[in-house]
């Protein structure tokens, strides 16, 4: 894994991939570097208008690339049933997008927004597409998680932070439901004994337009200024901060439910498996945090058949 960059990425020739919030910084690079490897990307995007203009950007810097813009709002579960019903067969599904520590809202459905977003729009989109995942071959499901879910462990019994709201502890918590949910993902497949593998990637400290959404949307401009500085001096780029997730979709000795980042105190450098709270590992959270998404989605597994209702 030493040294891993976008040079080591295996042909991708005769594989689709959806990557989720692909109309920008870490989406972006990572559609594009699988597409300059030969996959057909599906740029799964809420604004149609920022992704056809990713596609036409896309297009210009991979020349043939096999790229397509389809809408998902990971906000709305009848954007996402809407969305899944159009493949019968998936070999890559990164479950990239995200919202961070935003101001107090609720989705379509009611949920609250970061966990709503974060993890029951993947959650809900990751078991609509899992018949056609088990149809493929070597099929992956990459979800990107953060740094951050060390600010906050689940709380089964206030998931949508109902009782009390802080934006960067609801962002945290978000982060654990995706760890959890690849680890007791993971856990299923095996136990089915399928081929498809569930991981997880982080971007360490990446400068993407996700810092700054949140200030902005509540008109803090000295917190939009501070994250926008950081972005500058800290933060490593974009591209660099792809690489984690790249690795998990694409090299060989990917474990299932592993935890790829950076190799530098989780900060910055080459794709290298990363420390996570234990908590992330706990099967009896992870199979909680199941039971009610599936409840809350209305959206439930069945990874033997490949069925998903």
Same mark, same amino acid.
């Given at each position: 894994?030493?040294?891993?960059?976008?040079?080591?990425?295996?042909?991708?020739?005769?594989?689709?991939?959806?990557?989720? /919030?692909?109309?920008?910084?870490?989406?972006?690079?990572?559609?594009?570097?699988?597409?300059?490897?030969?996959?057909?990307?599906?740029?799964?995007?809420?604004?149609e208008? !920022? &992704?056809r203009?990713?596609?036409?950007?896309?297009?210009?810097?991979?020349?043939?690339?096999?790229?397509?813009? !389809?809408r998902?709002?990971?906000?709305?579960l @009848?954007?996402?049933?809407? *969305?899944? !019903?159009?493949?019968?067969?998936?070999?890559?599904?990164?479950?990239n997008? &995200?919202?961070?520590?935003?101001?107090?809202?609720?989705?379509?459905?009611g *949920?609250?927004?970061? *966990?709503?977003?974060?993890?029951?729009?993947?959650?809900?989109?990751?078991?609509?597409?899992?018949?056609? $995942? $088990?149809?493929?071959?070597?099929?992956?499901?990459?979800?990107?998680s953060?740094?951050?879910?060390?600010?906050? #462990?689940?709380?089964?019994?206030?998931?949508?932070?109902?009782?009390?709201?802080?934006?960067?502890?609801?962002?945290?918590?978000?982060?654990?439901?995706?760890?959890?949910? #690849?680890?007791?993902?993971?856990r299923?497949?095996?136990? @089915?004994?399928?081929?498809?593998?569930?991981?997880?990637?982080?971007?360490?400290?990446?400068? #993407?337009?996700?810092?700054?959404?949140?200030?902005?949307?509540?008109g803090?401009?000295?917190?939009?200024?501070?994250?926008?500085?950081?972005n500058?001096?800290?933060?490593?780029?974009?591209?660099?901060? @792809?690489?984690?997730?790249?690795?998990?979709?694409?090299?060989?000795?990917?474990r299932p439910?592993? *935890? #790829? /980042?950076?190799?530098?105190?989780?900060?910055? /450098?080459?794709?290298?498996?990363?420390?996570?709270?234990?908590?992330?590992?706990?099967? !009896?959270? &992870?199979?909680?945090?199941?039971?009610?998404?599936?409840?809350?989605? &209305?959206?439930s597994?069945?990874?033997?058949?490949?069925?998903?209702?």
């Open positions: 894994m030493s040294g891993w960059s976008t040079r080591d990425i295996p042909d991708q020739g005769g594989r689709t991939a959806v990557v989720t /919030g692909a109309n920008g910084g870490l989406g972006y690079v990572t559609a594009r570097e699988l597409a300059r490897k030969g996959a057909r990307v599906v740029l799964a995007c809420r604004s208008t !920022r &992704g203009q990713s596609v036409a950007r896309l297009s210009g810097e991979v020349p043939g690339a096999q790229v397509e813009l !389809r998902l709002d990971l906000g709305d @009848a954007s996402v049933r809407e *969305f899944a !019903r159009h493949y019968d067969r998936l070999h890559l599904l990164i479950n997008a &995200g919202v961070m520590a935003m101001p107090y809202g609720t989705t379509a459905d *949920f609250e927004t970061q *966990f709503g977003v974060n993890h029951l729009g993947h959650f809900a989109l990751t078991g609509l597409l899992m018949p056609a $995942l $088990l149809a493929a071959p070597r099929a992956r499901v990459v979800t990107v953060s740094m951050a879910h060390l600010l906050g #462990t689940i709380d089964p019994s206030d998931l949508n932070s109902a009782h009390s709201y802080r934006r960067w502890t609801a962002y945290g918590r978000s982060k654990t439901a995706n760890l959890l949910f #690849t680890h007791e993902l993971a299923q497949l095996a136990a @089915a004994g399928a081929e498809v593998i569930a991981a997880a990637a982080h971007p360490g400290y990446a400068a #993407t337009g996700l810092q700054t959404a949140g200030p902005r949307a509540e803090r401009r000295t917190a939009e200024r501070l994250m926008a500085a950081g500058r001096v800290l933060a490593q780029s974009a591209e660099a901060g @792809a690489l984690p997730a790249l690795y998990a979709a694409t090299a060989p000795d990917v439910g592993s *935890f #790829t /980042g950076p190799s530098l105190a989780m900060w910055r /450098g080459a794709p290298a498996p990363s420390w996570r709270a234990p908590w992330t590992l706990e099967d !009896r959270a &992870g199979e909680r945090l199941w039971t009610e998404s599936e409840r809350l989605t &209305g959206v597994y069945d990874v033997t058949a490949g069925r998903a209702g």
